[in-house]
């Protein structure tokens, strides 16, 4: 391999960590690369959270992650703009139900407005917060109010992330999952189960994994252990919710919240559970008793009859219970590890402090002439006026076909999204990046039709389209063939 093979940079793991960190490079005139295990980005703690933006207060002083949220919920505004994904900052209550809690808050509260959250305010009017949340329960006394917290579509913008870095120059490698790596003269060989990459510099941003790649390297100071979050999601327009609703913390969680999303959704969870197996996301009959007694604590008349899935996600805790952003002795790099909540509100910040760490390398920043910051905003039909709409179908009748009934998707919509950069080769992949099958019928209508999509588009068997990578295929022959071995079968056995 030539040295003009050589990457600048090479970051390992396409959650919003990674991608937030590949989208702050493309700025530059360097050689970057990021390579993911799964089918897509996105695939990881990043896809099941809460989507909340935090206003930054909760940590405790002594952790990094509290200076990183405060500063990365700032830097949320400008992304938004640029990148065009799902964000609005509706704001957050932590509502006291005891006399004692009132106490706790107002201390949070001054801590917070010390540390540059200015707007926080306790509201101790029941009309008030009444009025600012008709659904919440009688039983709340006072409510820390935090304007500047938001609702964000977490998956909606790491798509964004990517798409504008891949436009921008970065190359994107999924179903790359790295199971080697070496480091010699100043160069890391990076072996990957489909090839090899050669980088000067190398970002560690596996989420749960992240202990594993620095392993490789021989550096094993940490240890990062799944705690699992269970959710429940209610069918949009159900019922109407203007604040994210967070109990009073515990030790280790903030608490089961409520909380609308981006797209008129409302969801309850997360709860907290220790576990050991980093892929286990099923969700339990206790656990989701769980969160919705913790969401009828918030809000009695939770609408439980239009539940319409159920989910986990996994914390990727490490033993520091802090981020690991660390310059490691090992020149050239960067482990960012252990980027538990709140991660997603602090990606913007992480991404700076790792261009920080990279200059302190010697990378040279010099931005690129023709950098472009704007990732377009994805064109949906919810968004259109009638006449707008009636013109779309007229230049494309994609538009006018309708594959997702429950949230009214055309078929445009989902070529779109495929043929995005870092475009959906999966049926999650149409899923996540345009919602069908995020409905009330969960897919049952329009699942076949985004496989003929995808197959057609793809220029794949229909029988090879998957619902998120390998081993997850949807469909293993056709039945007349099964039925058809079965009789030759039953017939050879008499
Ligand atoms: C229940 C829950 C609720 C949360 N709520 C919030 C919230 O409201 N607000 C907030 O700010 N934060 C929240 N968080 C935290 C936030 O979700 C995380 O901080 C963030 O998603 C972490 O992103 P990441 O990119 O570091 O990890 P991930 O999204 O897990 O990405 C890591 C990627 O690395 C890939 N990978 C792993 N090993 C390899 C390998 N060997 N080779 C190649 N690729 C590899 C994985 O496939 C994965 O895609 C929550 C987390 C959970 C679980």
Known sequence: MSSSNIYDIIIIGGGVTGCTIARALCKYDIKVCLLEKEADISSGTTKANSGVVHAGYAADRKYVKRDLCIRGNKLYTQAAKELNFPFSRIGSFVCAVEPDQIKGLEEERKKGIEDGIHDLELILDKEQIRELEPNLTDEVLAVLHAPSAGIVSPYEMTFALAENAAMNGVKFFRNHEVIKIDHRDYTFTVTTSRGEFKGRNLINCAGLYAGKISKMLGLDYFDIMPRKGEYVLFDRNEIQLNKILFPVPTKISKGILVCPTMHGNTFAGPNAQNITDKEDTATTTAGLKEVLEGGKNLIPNLPLRASIRNFAGLRAVPDSYDFIIDNTDIYGFINVAGILSPGLTSCYAIAEKVLDFLELLGVQLKEKENYNPIRPKPQRLADMSKEELD??????????????????????????????????????????????????????FCRPRVMEIL???????????????????????????????EIKESVANK
């Open 391 to 444: 013109k779309k179908i007229k230049e494309n009748p994609a538009w006018g076909r309708i594959i997702c009934r429950c949230e009214t998707i055309p078929e445009a919509e989902i070529l779109n999204a495929i043929h995005a950069p870092v475009g959906a080769t999966t049926v999650d992949g149409v899923k996540f990046r345009c919602r069908p099958g995020m409905g009330r019928c969960q897919g049952g």
């Open 455 to 485: 197959a057609r588009e793809l220029h794949l068997p229909y029988q090879a389209i998957t619902k998120k990578g390998e081993d997850t295929n949807l469909l293993v022959a056709k039945t007349k063939d099964v039925r058809l071995k």
